[in-house]
């Protein structure tokens, strides 16, 4: 069987003329035994809520899932699909790809994020487990993890954090190798990972990656554990090429002609490219069945259970948020803010508004990189989760954002939870790979993201973000928010928690903010990206100023002053580009407006506003790193001020 796996590696590589033969041939046994004697799951239903997840994090070895996907039966991934490895529209790109090929988990390929993914699988398993009962939710996590997978620090992060929670159904099957693309690992690296993982608090263990019995025994025992477990398999890559195994050579290239056909001989196999015996497909099929009895003894399960019960689990599981109860929650929210209006920062509008909405929406999970009181995520009612109790909803990530980020996209990836965290904005450069990965798969995360700018004061540049709005903006199927006040943060949370299929950001203040939003509006204003928050005065309007934010009241402000100079001035409140450039141009055309001078405001860089005010346009806002100073101070210093902004205005309008 495990023959099987590697012979359509070489295969389907050699087809490509490029991929990775050497993992799947390696480790080709681990996931044989895995498969075929652990793994619950069933090739006619890859989205059964409670299978076993398996997460290939070394994606490059993606053959050896595609192979395995197609021998189970799994019915989408045909052998024409293997034939197709790597091209255009096929089942079967370079690295695997969620959402794109049924039986795949995760997008795998930046080594280190299927491992950190896979924690924040298992702590969604335990939680769902304590919420809903082991009857509905009980399922293992498995991992392949290569000698990159832990080189790579956030490996290091997920280990740590899976150990201290004591996730003891996560199994870590460590592809041990010794080879990475450089050659022997003794080139870089000497650490002793079975001490690594023991000393994180897993049980750990070393055994013969070729060895079924071993390897089936060694899962065996992490099953009794209490603690995640991590395996080593002692393997060799290219197992059974004759001048490749054991070398970098079979890593990441074709294996040619020749060598292909020393290993089929090495291996005692006879069957032509991409044919599989009949004898050892009829095994693979039964391995594909083997767990269709545990489904339907579940199905039953859940339709046993008491109505209100299942229908909550399979709107959870859904990922379908209450609309209803959303949309009222966020009223609420509104109606408290316009009866009694807050001059507070906007991280603390957050808080505000979460209170209301994790009261009704109990699939938000809560957590921040050891910045809980300055992000403000926690709300009184929330109880930690913890290794004592899986159902608390709040997760003190410990100062691990990378894990952190990486984890959440595991709890959305899982299903059944809207993980949110918090960190400061600047060390959203510690999350972005896994953000950009979140992005690429479309899952619901959101990241709330505090001290937003130079607004943070005494902390200095290090810790003021200057270039991370037009960073975040960068990335595709991200939605940035940046609201300018308590009425326009509850709306952000909103349109993040409607954000089905992608993650997104709120960038808040720690600096307080007057409520620029007066009065109720049951509408989502900041639903178009961009509004009309100050309509100009005295006239058809000469200048358009637009501002994210806290210099929404710097925009604010200097409508003001350019007022008294008899200058009909409008404000536009932009809480978010990707949803302003997203609208019809006819919309878009609208709140951009036709007065001859734009100028915007952002204590951040000016990339990206180009599209809004265009390359005449004025902008304020940084062009250096931030300084150590009272957060005022900082605003004059680097002329972030109503003056300087109705200076702009003038000083265009003279030219215009
Ligand atoms: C974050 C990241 N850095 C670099 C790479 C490029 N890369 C792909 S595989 C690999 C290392 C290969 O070694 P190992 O993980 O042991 O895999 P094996 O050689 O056993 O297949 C590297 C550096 C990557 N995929 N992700």
Redesign the pocket.
């Known amino acids: 069987m495990a023959n099987a796996i590697r012979a359509l590696a070489m295969d389907a590589v050699e087809q490509a003329r490029s991929g ?1 033969p ?2 799947p041939m390696g480790a080709a046994d681990i996931a044989t035994v895995l498969f075929a004697r652990f793994l619950k799951f069933d090739a006619a239903d890859p989205a059964w809520a409670d299978r076993d997840r398996f997460v290939l994090s ?1 994606g ?2 993606s053959m050896l899932i595609y192979a395995v996907l197609h021998l189970l039966g799994y019915e989408k991934v045909t052998i024409e699909e293997i034939k197709r490895f790597r091209q255009l529209g096929s089942l079967t790109p370079g690295h695997p790809e969620y959402g794109h090929t049924p039986g795949v988990e995760t997008t795998t ?4 994020q299927g491992i950190a993914n896979a924690v924040g699988m298992a702590i969604a398993e335990r939680h769902l487990a304590a919420v809903f009962g082991s009857g509905i939710v009980d399922h293992w996590t498995y991992v392949l993890a ?4 832990l080189m ?1 620090g956030i490996s290091q992060e997920a280990i740590a954090l899976a150990g201290h929670l004591k996730l003891k159904k996560l199994i870590v099957l460590f ?1 041990d ?1 010794g ?3 450089d050659g022997p690992l003794s080139l870089t690296d000497s650490v002793d990972q079975v001490k690594r993982f023991e000393a994180a608090g897993w049980a750990a263990t070393r055994i013969d990656g070729h060895d079924p019995e071993a390897i089936a025994a060694a899962i065996e025992a992490a099953k009794k554990s209490e603690r995640p477990s991590m395996i080593a398999c002692r393997t060799t ?1 290219g197992y059974g090429a004759p001048t490749k195994a054991g070398s970098e050579k079979s ?1 990441g290239s074709a294996l040619g002609a020749d060598e292909i056909a020393g290993a089929r001989k090495n291996l005692g196999w006879s069957a032509a490219p991409f044919e599989i015996p009949a004898a050892i497909r009829e095994q693979w099929r039964a391995a594909g069945a083997r767990g269709h009895p545990a489904r339907l003894a579940w199905e039953a399960r859940l339709a046993a259970l008491d109505p209100k019960a299942r229908a909550e689990f399979e709107r959870r599981i859904g990922n379908t948020v209450p609309t209803q109860m959303l949309v009222e929650a966020v009223a609420s929210v509104k109606q408290k803010l316009a009866e009694a209006p807050k001059e507070i920062a906007t991280r603390a509008a957050s808080e505000f508004a979460l209170e209301t909405l994790t009261a009704a929406l109990p699939e938000m999970i809560g957590g921040s990189a050891d910045l809980t009181g300055s992000n403000n995520t926690r709300t009184k009612a929330m109880k930690a989760l913890s290794a004592a109790d899986y159902a608390g909803r709040f997760i003190h990530y410990g100062v691990r954002e990378h894990g952190m980020a990486a984890a959440m996209n595991g709890m959305a990836l899982h299903g059944g939870i809207i993980p949110y965290s918090g960190t400061f904005l600047v060390f959203s450069d510690y999350c972005r790979p896994a953000i950009r990965l979140a992005a690429l798969m479309g899952q619901r995360v959101i990241h709330v993201m505090t001290h937003d700018s130079i607004g943070l004061g005494e902390d200095g540049p290090t810790h003021q973000p200057v270039e991370h709005l037009a960073a975040l903006r960068a990335i595709p199927n991200l939605k940035v928010f940046r609201p300018c006040d308590a009425v326009e943060t509850v709306e952000c949370w909103q349109l993040a928690l409607e954000h089905r299929h992608g993650p997104s950001v709120l960038a808040l203040t720690r600096q307080n903010v007057p409520q620029l939003r007066r009065g109720f509006d049951a509408r989502n204003r900041c639903a178009s990206g961009a509004y009309e928050l100050l309509a100009a005065e005295g006239g058809a309007a000469e200048v358009s100023l637009f501002a994210t934010g806290s210099e929404v009241a710097v925009a604010v402000a200097s409508q003001k002053l350019l007022a008294a100079q008899k200058i009909p001035t409008r404000v536009v409140s932009v809480p978010c580009f990707e949803l302003l450039l997203a609208a019809p141009a006819s919309e878009r055309a609208a709140v951009i407006g036709d007065a001859p001078v734009k100028v915007a405001v952002e204590a951040g860089i000016r990339q990206g506003w180009d599209e809004i005010i265009g390359a005449d346009g004025a902008f304020v806002g940084m062009t250096s790193f931030g300084a150590s100073a009272p957060y005022k101070e900082l605003y004059q210093h680097f002329g972030i001020t109503p003056e300087r902004v109705a200076q702009a205005a003038l000083t265009r309008l003279k030219k215009s």
């Open positions: 990775h050497g993992l070394a490059h070895g390929g930046p080594l280190g290569s000698d990159g997978d790579e592809d190798n080879i990475s693309i890559i890593h």
